[in-house]
């Protein structure tokens, strides 16, 4: 893990922290959440070719627009309310990442990781339900996010799954992490996805090992 952690290290100097402004940052937040409704009309449209051919080209027009200044990484923190750090382009709840699903993770005060959220057809693996890599994802992001908020942040060394029954999309769902143990560096986490009847659909228990400075 040495070789991890001073690769990390590199990768935080050489990048922008958060140099965007708060006027910015909800900008970019607004328009993340019109490109996620853009990507999910994209499945569900029954518009003839030549107007997508249409769209398609307003598309193209707006990206070079965004392009027209750029910086050579993306903004990499933020604070959240809770006092979180967050990762503002992360695949999973990053509030400027359009591909991220919606998974806005608070600390409780027990030290709990949790997330209310809904999926939609974009993370649909067999029909009606969420892909279980999507939901590896989101139960890894709390499962850090736990680890972190108990002082012992790290990488996840080992991931565990068990999928109790399908989880459904288009529904209330919710997420759930708390730290179980620490052992020197390695902080031991358990997680789980709740359907909207309150049964659990996942779970996870994940070790995660701080990297050797």
């Known amino acids: 893990m040495t070789g991890a952690g001073a690769a ?10 958060a140099s965007l402004n708060g006027e910015q940052v ?14 999910e009309a994209v499945v569900h449209t029954e518009v003839g070719a030549d107007e997508v051919a249409a ?3 307003e598309v193209a027009a707006l990206t070079a627009r ?30 400027l990442n359009p591909i991220a699903p919606p998974v806005a993770i608070v600390v409780q005060p027990d ?4 997330a209310e959220f809904t999926l939609n057809v974009l993370y649909e693996g067999p029909p009606g339900f969420v892909h279980g890599g999507v939901s590896a994802m989101i139960l890894d992001q709390l499962l850090g996010v736990a680890a972190s908020a108990n002082g012992t942040p790290g990488m996840t060394a080992t991931l565990d799954l068990r999928y109790r029954r399908p989880t459904p999309h288009g529904v209330p769902l919710v997420a759930e992490a708390k730290v179980d143990r620490t052992e020197g ?3 031991f986490v358990d ?19 701080m990297p050797l400075r």
């Open 111 to 114: 030290g709990t990781a949790r």
């Open 26 to 39: 909800a900008a970019l937040a607004e328009l993340a959440q019109r490109v996620r409704e853009l990507n």
């Open 185 to 187: 560096r390695k902080t």
């Open 66 to 95: 965004l392009s027209a200044a750029r910086r050579e990484h993306p903004p990499l923190v933020g604070v959240g309310e809770d006092g979180t750090v967050r990762h503002l382009a992360s695949p999973v709840g990053g509030v």
């Open 8 to 17: 990390m290290r590199r990768v935080l100097e050489s990048r922008e922290r």
């Open 55 to 57: 769209i398609r080209d």
């Open 191 to 209: 997680a789980r996805i709740i359907g909207p009847d309150g049964r659990t659909t996942v779970e996870a228990t994940a070790m995660f090992v």
